[in-house]
């Protein structure tokens, strides 16, 4: 069964200390792994796409990276605009154009 | 680019009562749009996919006749609520896929109360 595994569920950092959210992955036929942010009571907003092991992606202070099993989002020196729910999700060959999303984790960035 | 709409943002209705709606893709022609239900704290759960012209797909355990959707343009689609009762408020989130773009993009939301 595919499954996507985020965590931790929640992060608390101090603003500046730099942290990295895991995706795992256990699943057949892998296109392309997705990050969004949220924000509350909003939808997602689109952060990266990664297509194959080694690629990697920066924006700000983010930066995505793909191994054959999971992904990585480094949050660099992070300030409290920085909080909010990072979910990831994966697109399947055998999906047509379905995302399966994993559980998200909630970052609070405390000034 | 890439804008996509909902509305309204948030509704409150009575049990029982229907209840309608929107997602338009603003800047570009959706081929696909989706339809997913988040509750608090949890992650976004895939409802239904709809191609423009085409009945919906809807994924397993999501009741179609509950859970009208039409998607009658290339920029729009609705989700109907029939007969909606407590256990049905949630947040709703629409999102569209364009031909070419590497990912779906998401509205802002609705946000259900059924009383």
């Known amino acids: 069964e595919d499954q996507v595994t985020q965590s931790p569920e929640a992060l608390r950092l101090q603003e500046g200390e730099s942290s990295s959210l895991n995706c795992s992955y256990t699943?057949?036929?892998?296109?392309?792994l997705f990050w969004y942010r949220q924000d509350p009571g909003k939808g997602p907003e689109f952060l990266f796409t990664?297509?194959?092991a080694g690629e990697e992606k920066e924006k700000e202070r983010l930066k995505a990276t793909l191994t054959k099993k999971e992904s990585f989002l480094h949050i660099t020196a992070p300030k409290p605009e920085d909080s909010a729910t990072y979910l990831c999700?994966?697109?399947?060959?055998?999906?047509?154009?379905?995302?399966?999303f994993g559980g998200g984790t909630r970052v609070l960035v405390k000034p | 680019g890439a804008v996509v709409s909902q509305h309204p943002s948030r509704v409150i209705c009575k049990s029982g009562t229907s209840v309608k709606i929107e997602c338009r893709s603003l800047?570009?022609?959706?081929?696909?749009m989706f339809w997913y239900r988040q509750f608090p704290k949890q992650s976004l759960m895939l409802m239904a996919t709809?191609?423009?012209?085409?009945?919906?797909?809807?994924e397993q355990g999501v009741e179609k006749d509950k859970f009208l959707i039409n998607h009658a343009s290339l920029t729009l689609s609705t989700l109907t609520v029939t007969s909606a009762h407590p256990e049905d408020s949630s947040f709703y989130i629409c999102?569209?896929?364009?031909?070419?773009?590497?990912?779906?993009?998401f509205g802002p939301g609705t946000r259900l109360l059924v009383l």
């Open positions: 999102s569209a896929l364009g031909q070419g773009q590497e990912t779906q993009y």
């Open positions: 699943v057949s036929g892998l296109r392309g």
């Open positions: 990664l297509y194959s």
């Open positions: 999700a994966v697109h399947l060959r055998a999906a047509g154009n379905k995302l399966t």
């Open positions: 800047d570009f022609q959706a081929t696909t």
């Open positions: 709809s191609n423009e012209g085409s009945k919906a797909t809807y």
